[in-house]
């Protein structure tokens, strides 16, 4: 998801435990060698952890840390569905961490010589929606890999419903997922070969990561699968868990096995110097706060001049995260099944490091600390007021409820929003540039409640018993 449009993007793609959280048996934990900072401290993680999980009603989380280049834990908390404690291969889907997955097979058949990051995509693939448009013979794989295709997120998104350039191709940042599945059908077509066979052959099966596929079936180990949950701990039942191969989401992958394509991009992707310096190279500006490069989202300003890779993704009932640190070797890989998992995940990466803050806002707000909102004091009397049942535009419902002198905004596949006051009517997030904005009727009374990004806007209607 892109950053400064995280919240929103989810809002618009998600249309649509009573286990007991104990500790997987066959945990990995180690120590880290001396390299001159203070790594996180394991007992005290674990405790927080597992506290999260119950206050967020998230079943399964799976970690893996990575000190030096090497991976030093490796755990899955929680119980699988029959109760028994949660395999570490239990499998988990990343929606959105599949990109930095396929960037990486897309970069190492440039390594090979069998791929041009400059070369014009239309040699290969066009799509017949764009056809007729000039920018089809200019986008390129480096525009997909920098998020300046030109393209929506998805093409639903656009009034017509067909795909379209919105602009020049290179321009600007806009995240898609169109862009990196129009650039899977160019290496489809050139290779013949199907994006499950070249990740198999080219990345997978070296890094010796055997429970990893870009398309599954719904049934093989089903009984390793982390099934979905909502914000309240209540299973997402599906009638078809199938996934079909995407270049954007849908990946579905085991800790242990992130952790190893995470330690092998620290290491440099087997790739040469000059092609990983373009990986890590800001190629565009998201906001100040954030820069653009292949694939991954860079985070500057770090302390030691340290900088950071990140990519996180959400789905409804999935979220994950992965945080490297290239100069000092070290990472984080964390994968959930809950509506609550981005929180979750943010909480980790915050505990683990101690820049973990910095890099969670950085990566989360477009504002500079400084410009960070103040909080205010709103008596329950008042935040009552605004508590109720609002109805999305497609009819979705969404619910305000005042919990210990707060309010929380719950809606179906994105996470719990804790919603802080700044005002009388307007309230902030912490990790996230979203504002809340309850609007009044002529007679005080409050009747709708907008969740706003920049020029996007979602207006609830409240709903009348």
Same mark, same amino acid.
């Given at each position: 998801?892109?950053?400064?449009?995280?919240?929103?993007? +989810?809002?618009?793609?998600?249309?649509?435990?009573?286990?007991?959280?104990?500790?997987?048996?066959?945990?990995?934990?180690?120590? @880290?060698?001396?390299?001159?900072?203070?790594?996180?401290?394991?007992?005290?993680?674990?405790?927080? +952890?597992?506290?999260?999980?119950?206050?967020?009603?998230?079943?399964?989380?799976?970690?893996?840390?990575?000190?030096?280049?090497?991976?030093?834990?490796?755990?899955?908390?929680?119980?699988?569905?029959?109760?028994?404690?949660?395999?570490?291969?239990?499998?988990?889907?990343?929606?959105?961490?599949?990109?930095?997955?396929?960037?990486?097979?897309?970069?190492?058949?440039?390594?090979?010589?069998?791929?041009?990051?400059?070369?014009?995509?239309?040699?290969?693939?066009?799509?017949?929606?764009?056809?007729?448009?000039?920018?089809?013979?200019?986008?390129?794989?480096?525009?997909?890999?920098?998020?300046? #295709?030109?393209?929506?997120?998805?093409?639903?998104?656009?009034?017509?419903?067909?795909?379209?350039?919105?602009?020049?191709?290179?321009? =600007?940042?806009?995240?898609?997922?169109?862009?990196?599945?129009?650039?899977?059908?160019?290496?489809?077509?050139?290779?013949?070969?199907?994006?499950?066979?070249?990740?198999?052959?080219?990345?997978?099966?070296?890094?010796?990561?055997?429970?990893? #596929?870009?398309?599954?079936?719904?049934?093989?180990?089903?009984?390793?699968?982390?099934?979905?949950?909502?914000?309240?701990?209540?299973?997402?039942?599906?009638?078809?868990?199938?996934?079909? @191969?995407? @270049?954007?989401?849908?990946?579905?992958?085991?800790?242990?096995?992130?952790?190893?394509?995470?330690?092998?991009?620290? =290491?440099?992707?087997?790739?040469? =110097? #000059?092609?990983?310096?373009?990986?890590?190279?800001?190629?565009?500006?998201?906001?100040?706060?954030?820069?653009?490069?292949?694939?991954?989202?860079?985070?500057?300003?770090?302390?030691?001049?340290?900088?950071?890779?990140?990519?996180?993704?959400?789905?409804?009932?999935?979220?994950?995260?992965?945080?490297?640190?290239?100069?000092?070797?070290?990472?984080?890989?964390?994968?959930?099944?809950?509506?609550?998992?981005?929180?979750?995940?943010?909480?980790?990466?915050?505990?683990?490091?101690?820049?973990?803050?910095?890099?969670?806002?950085?990566?989360?707000?477009?504002?500079?600390?400084?410009?960070?909102?103040?909080?205010?004091?709103?008596?329950?009397?008042?935040?009552?007021?605004?508590?109720?049942?609002?109805?999305?535009?497609?009819?979705?419902?969404?619910?305000?409820?005042?919990?210990?002198? @707060?309010?929380?905004? =719950?809606?179906?596949?994105?996470?719990?929003?804790?919603?802080?006051?700044?005002?009388?009517?307007?309230?902030?997030?912490?990790?996230?540039?979203?504002?809340?904005?309850?609007?009044?009727?002529?007679?005080?009374?409050?009747?709708?409640? #907008? +969740?706003?990004?920049?020029?996007?806007?979602?207006?609830?209607?409240?709903?009348?018993?």
């Amino acid at each position: 998801m892109p950053v400064t449009k995280h919240i929103f993007a +989810i809002l618009i793609t998600t249309l649509s435990l009573n286990s007991t959280c104990c500790l997987a048996q066959q945990a990995i934990t180690g120590k @880290a060698k001396n390299t001159g900072h203070t790594g996180p401290d394991f007992k005290t993680l674990d405790a927080k +952890i597992l506290q999260w999980q119950q206050e967020l009603h998230i079943p399964n989380v799976g970690v893996g840390l990575i000190e030096n280049g090497v991976i030093v834990k490796s755990q899955v908390y929680g119980n699988d569905h029959q109760g028994k404690p949660a395999p570490r291969d239990m499998l988990f889907e990343v929606a959105s961490v599949t990109k930095v997955v396929f960037t990486t097979l897309v970069l190492k058949l440039v390594q090979e010589g069998k791929w041009n990051l400059d070369e014009r995509l239309y040699n290969y693939y066009v799509d017949p929606d764009v056809a007729s448009s000039p920018y089809a013979k200019e986008i390129t794989t480096r525009h997909v890999l920098s998020h300046q #295709s030109g393209f929506d997120n998805w093409r639903w998104m656009n009034p017509s419903g067909k795909l379209v350039f919105n602009f020049e191709p290179g321009k =600007k940042f806009n995240y898609s997922g169109e862009g990196m599945e129009y650039l899977r059908l160019a290496i489809e077509h050139k290779f013949h070969k199907s994006l499950t066979q070249l990740s198999d052959s080219l990345l997978f099966r070296p890094l010796h990561m055997y429970n990893t #596929s870009h398309e599954w079936d719904g049934k093989k180990d089903f009984v390793r699968y982390a099934r979905m949950y909502d914000s309240e701990g209540k299973e997402i039942v599906k009638t078809d868990y199938s996934v079909q @191969a995407s @270049a954007a989401a849908g990946l579905t992958t085991t800790v242990d096995d992130l952790s190893e394509f995470a330690v092998d991009i620290l =290491k440099g992707a087997h790739l040469s =110097k #000059s092609l990983y310096s373009e990986m890590v190279k800001p190629q565009v500006e998201i906001n100040p706060n954030l820069q653009q490069g292949l694939g991954w989202r860079i985070v500057s300003g770090l302390s030691n001049n340290e900088y950071a890779l990140e990519h996180a993704g959400n789905d409804p009932g999935v979220a994950s995260i992965i945080v490297l640190l290239p100069k000092s070797k070290r990472g984080i890989v964390v994968l959930t099944n809950g509506d609550n998992g981005l929180i979750m995940c943010n909480n980790i990466v915050r505990a683990a490091f101690q820049d973990g803050p910095l890099i969670i806002y950085k990566a989360y707000k477009s504002a500079p600390v400084s410009e960070m909102p103040r909080a205010i004091k709103l008596a329950d009397s008042v935040l009552n007021g605004f508590a109720g049942s609002y109805k999305r535009p497609d009819g979705v419902a969404v619910t305000v409820t005042l919990k210990d002198n @707060a309010l929380v905004l =719950k809606m179906s596949g994105i996470p719990d929003l804790n919603l802080i006051p700044q005002s009388q009517d307007r309230f902030y997030l912490l990790d996230l540039d979203a504002k809340i904005v309850f609007t009044k009727d002529d007679k005080g009374q409050v009747n709708a409640v #907008s +969740i706003e990004d920049g020029q996007n806007v979602i207006k609830c209607a409240k709903v009348y018993n």
